[in-house]
């Protein structure tokens, strides 16, 4: 599956393929900061409604999913202000198009029919997309081509994307 392919459907694959679309090229050229920026509140977003199914319908129940939940709101809230609504209208999880509904469903049914104790498939598939998250934000401070506030922005959602990786494990004691 490549980057511009819809992403299967088992929730793991959407995931992936989230975190592959962070950062590909548009139309062969390396994307302008601002729009790498709205792939980033993007995937905050696709992090939050996976995070709430989860707080909603996991068992056992983590406090870990819920402050997924905060942490992933606060950061769109900040960038909302740093990509502007045209860029968050075409990156956005879009309620309209029956998006948030479909990766809700896709949470819902991997807890009902395939998740099992001790299974640690969506954990990963969120330690891998918020790695991405974190990869992106590091190189959007650093990038001279981004405007101050697009840098600002970025610094300031980074630690997001970090506690979002320690939650679902990624520092392998997230649990």
């Known amino acids: 599956m490549t980057v511009s392919e819809p992403p299967g459907r088992r929730l793991r694959e959407v995931l992936a393929h989230e975190a592959r679309a962070l950062t590909a090229p548009a139309a062969d050229r390396p994307a302008p900061p601002v729009v790498l920026l709205a792939r980033a509140r993007r995937a905050f977003a696709i992090a939050g409604l ?7 319908h996991a068992l056992p ?7 997924g939940v905060r942490l992933t709101d606060a950061a769109c809230a900040v960038l909302d202000s740093a ?5 968050i209208t075409a990156y956005r ?12 469903q896709l949470a819902e049914l991997h807890l009902a029919f395939h998740a099992q104790a001790g299974d640690t498939v969506i954990d990963d598939a969120m330690v891998t997309l918020s ?9 959007l401070t650093a990038n001279e081509r981004a405007i101050p506030e ?3 922005a970025a610094r300031a959602v980074a630690g997001h994307a970090r506690e979002l990786w320690a939650l679902y494990g990624g520092d392998a004691g997230g649990w």
């Open 50 to 56: 996976v995070s709430l199914a989860l707080a909603e």
């Open 61 to 67: 129940a983590r406090d870990a999913h819920a402050l």
């Open 83 to 87: 990509v502007g609504p045209e860029l």
């Open 93 to 104: 999880a879009d309620l309209g198009r029956g998006e948030a509904g479909y990766l809700a």
């Open 131 to 139: 790695a991405s998250l974190c990869d992106l934000l590091d190189a």
């Open 150 to 152: 697009q840098r600002g």
